[in-house]
């Protein structure tokens, strides 16, 4: 819903695993939604992956639930338009530009990019480009509620907002990013890491397994309670992150400066795809990928527990 509590018409443009998984999360808020994409039988991949109240909803409510016959139809009267289409930058122009054109003036435009700044994208767009904002989700984006709003230098205060609160009202944790950068704000963070994790299979530091288990059972199981800048501050006990940036800044700025630059070539590639073999060797990556999603539900639930965490 709304901030005021009122059920909007939502398009979702593209309706693959992100799409789809938009689809369920503007269902299961209340709101109305329109769906397209060209792709042979989308609509019918669309609805065997929706599940549970959604399902149900989008078989037996039409009011609720419909799959438009080209993009035009699908936008035309739409409060909120989520585009989800494939990753190339001419691709998303013309998309967006066509979304443009057809939806009412006062919509707001998001696009699920990766790694496109909202002026990019809104190039080739002539009706209120500067509606059209980043709304990224995080993998998978039916569970993790993150998601990066980007405007472009034009957007209004009233378009950045409707925007935070539409995706709230989803029950996704918005976050703004207040500059136009590669690749936005996580996927710059998770690279920082990437970065070093190669750099340490490359120079044969570690393994693969090893550095999962670092992260998953070390730092990664704090991260999931808190971000890792009020766990700093934690850790400076009374002195708090004052403390820490005092006493620990001047040796964690030594690692920093001594993290190495890698380049992906094949001889790095082939070490991380047969560390990653050997470490999942044995496993069944469907059961694999379930199990990471049960655990990630589980640990959603518990964060509802803790009031006093953000």
């Given amino acids: 819903m709304s901030e005021t509590g009122e059920s909007l018409h939502?398009?979702?443009i593209?309706?693959?695993?992100?799409?789809?998984?938009?689809?369920?999360?503007?269902?299961?808020?209340?709101?109305?939604?329109?769906?397209?994409?060209?792709?042979?039988?989308?609509?019918?991949?669309?609805?065997?992956?929706?599940?549970?109240?959604?399902?149900?909803?989008?078989?037996?409510?039409?009011?609720r639930f419909r799959f438009a016959s080209d993009l035009a139809d699908a936008v035309s009267d739409a409060d909120f338009v989520q585009e989800n289409g494939p990753e190339r930058l001419d691709v998303k122009q013309m998309m967006l530009a066509d979304i443009a054109e057809a939806a009412p003036p006062e919509a707001i435009i998001a696009s699920s990019t990766s790694g496109y700044a909202p002026s990019a994208i809104s190039e080739q767009a002539r009706t209120a480009p500067e509606r059209i904002v980043v709304g990224h989700p995080f993998n998978p984006a039916h569970l993790v509620p993150v998601v990066e709003v980007v405007p472009s230098p034009d957007a209004s205060f009233e378009v950045v907002d409707r925007a935070l609160e539409m995706y709230r009202s989803i029950g996704k944790k918005p976050i703004l990013?207040?500059?136009?950068?590669?690749?936005?704000?996580?996927?710059?963070?998770?690279?920082?890491l990437w970065q070093e994790a190669y750099s340490l299979v490359d120079r044969g530091?570690?393994?693969?397994?090893?550095?999962?288990?670092?992260?998953?059972?070390?730092?990664?199981?704090?991260?999931?309670?808190?971000?890792?800048?009020?766990?700093?501050?934690?850790?400076?006990?009374?002195?708090?992150?004052?403390?820490?940036?005092?006493?620990?800044?001047?040796?964690?700025?030594?690692?920093?400066h001594d993290l190495e630059q890698v380049h992906l070539d094949d001889q790095l590639k082939d070490k991380l795809v047969a560390g990653v073999d050997a470490e999942l060797f044995g496993r069944d990556e469907k059961r694999l990928t379930a199990q990471r999603d049960s655990m990630l539900r589980d640990i959603l639930e518990l964060k509802t527990r803790y009031e006093e965490l953000p």
């Fill in 205 to 256: 530091v570690v393994s693969v397994a090893d550095i999962d288990t670092a992260i998953s059972y070390g730092p990664g199981l704090r991260w999931a309670t808190l971000g890792p800048l009020a766990l700093q501050h934690l850790s400076g006990g009374e002195g708090g992150m004052r403390h820490v940036l005092d006493h620990l800044g001047p040796p964690q700025e030594v690692w920093m």
């Fill in 10 to 12: 939502i398009a979702v």
């Fill in 177 to 192: 990013v207040r500059a136009e950068l590669p690749g936005h704000v996580v996927n710059r963070l998770q690279a920082a």
């Fill in 14 to 63: 593209g309706t693959g695993v992100i799409g789809a998984a938009w689809v369920s999360g503007f269902l299961a808020a209340g709101h109305t939604v329109t769906a397209f994409d060209p792709a042979p039988e989308a609509e019918e991949r669309l609805r065997s992956q929706l599940t549970g109240d959604t399902a149900a909803d989008a078989a037996s409510r039409p009011d």
